[in-house]
């Protein structure tokens, strides 16, 4: 006998049976992607996905629910790497547009891009474009972090009563094994 079997008694196999169904019905499988993209990060906006890139793909894509279709919206800029970077969505007034936050990973970068969705018929060619944050003096470059910090894996959320404060975190032992 070629293929090696196991027996299963009955109670276990309608436990896997069951535990399969529950996760079958609560989530579904989406169309493939154009590409293959895994450690992607992900943002909710309105009907749509906002997957933003990963350590091999720079590319951001729009996946709308209601649609299962694809879209591509932006590639990360040239000379930024990602690895194990953070995608978030920072609070916006104006309904049609969200501005997301892209920083941290193996290679630090500090982004902003202003969404608006690749789905709407207000989209043009100009918009959606991962930008480096300039300060307000001296157009400096704003970075996220400090010089020491490793930041691959870092993840974060915003809050405060104006959610004006953003709370990170990231693991200090991978950055001194790493040093």
């Not at 004006?164 to 032992?173: E, G, M, P, V």
Request: net charge neutral; hydrophobic share 30%; charged share 20%.
């Amino acid at each position: 006998m070629d293929k090696q079997t196991t027996l299963q008694n009955p109670s276990e196999r309608q436990t896997e049976q069951s535990q399969h169904m529950i996760t079958s019905t609560l989530f579904q499988t989406l169309k493939e992607l154009p590409i293959p993209i895994e450690n992607t990060q992900c943002v909710l906006y309105k009907h749509e996905i906002l997957i933003c890139g990963n350590r091999f793909k720079r590319d951001c894509y729009s996946y709308h629910i209601l649609k299962n279709e694809y879209k591509f919206i932006c590639e990360y800029p040239r000379g930024i790497e990602l690895d194990g970077h953070c995608v978030m969505k920072l609070v916006d007034n104006n309904s049609n547009e969200i501005t997301l936050l892209s920083f941290g990973g193996d290679y630090k970068h500090t982004l902003v891009m202003k969404y608006v969705s690749v789905w709407s018929n207000d989209n043009n060619n100009n918009d959606n474009e991962m930008d480096k944050i300039k300060g307000n003096s001296h157009n400096n470059q704003i970075e996220i972090g400090r010089s020491g910090d490793y930041y691959i894996g870092v993840r974060a959320v915003i809050g405060g009563s104006n959610n004006h404060l953003l709370f990170i975190t990231y693991s200090r032992l991978q950055r001194k094994l790493n040093a």
